[in-house]
């Protein structure tokens, strides 16, 4: 029975020491307020109380410092350390906010696609999305080119600017016609574009040179 008393008194006696000697160590990285020290204690005292005060001292710190640089990289980086910590939510609010901002300030369709592929789930990627299109029927418009156009009617399938994009390709297809003036292109521009508000010139023009072909061909037997 003594014995046993003498355990339990030095147990309780290790066990107030442990606390004290834990309670120290968590004093000294609480006054360095250093990466290192925190580290230090959570390594020498993984299952004490103060380990989770050094914890969240350290999320507190490595936000506050990744914070006041204001990038989305800084953000990420702690988002990446501390990806359930209590500042997480803020950190990537914060971090969607700089990085549209950015893109905002570079306002290239590169940027915006930078910023879709990490945030496309954010409140930002409808108006991210809506920039990237305006900028890209810019570009294209000033190419007038074809191709271009549809290049992005497969990016923008039904987008904004779907309506002058089709009306663009009209335009090109009737003034390749008008170069080429034949039958053949003619009936195909008719073929492909059937509402078209050139149809009654074009349709028109067929007749004249269907007119032209007959009388040539009536002249050649006549001779």
Do not use: W
Not at 114 to 120: E, I, N, Q, S, T
Request: aromatic letters at 10%; charged letters at 25%; proline letters at 3%.
């Amino acid at each position: 029975m003594k014995a046993t008393l003498v355990t339990a008194s030095a147990l309780a006696f290790l066990l107030l020491f442990a606390s004290c000697s834990d309670f120290q160590a968590y004093r000294h990285a609480n006054d360095e307020n250093t990466p290192q020290e925190y580290t230090g204690h959570l390594g020498a005292y993984p299952h004490e109380d103060s380990v989770a005060k050094a914890y969240q001292r350290e999320d507190d710190r490595y936000f506050q410092q990744s914070e006041k640089q204001k990038t989305p990289e800084a953000l990420g980086l702690y988002i990446k350390e501390y990806p359930r910590g209590r500042h997480a939510k803020k950190a990537r609010s914060l971090r969607c906010k700089l990085a549209y901002e950015l893109a905002r300030k570079s306002n290239t369709p590169q940027a915006y696609r930078r910023f879709l592929k990490d945030f496309r789930h954010s409140s930002q990627a409808e108006n991210a999305s809506a920039r990237l299109e305006d900028l890209r029927f810019r570009e294209t418009s000033r190419a007038n080119d074809e191709i271009l156009y549809h290049a992005f009617l497969q990016e923008f399938p039904g987008g904004a600017f779907d309506t002058e994009v089709q009306a663009a390709l009209e335009n090109l297809a009737y003034v390749e016609a008008a170069q080429v003036d034949d039958t053949i292109t003619y009936e195909r521009f008719l073929s492909t574009h059937p509402a078209s508000r050139y149809s009654a010139s074009v349709k028109a023009r067929v007749q004249v040179l269907n007119e032209r072909q007959h009388s040539h061909t009536v002249l050649n037997r006549t001779n």
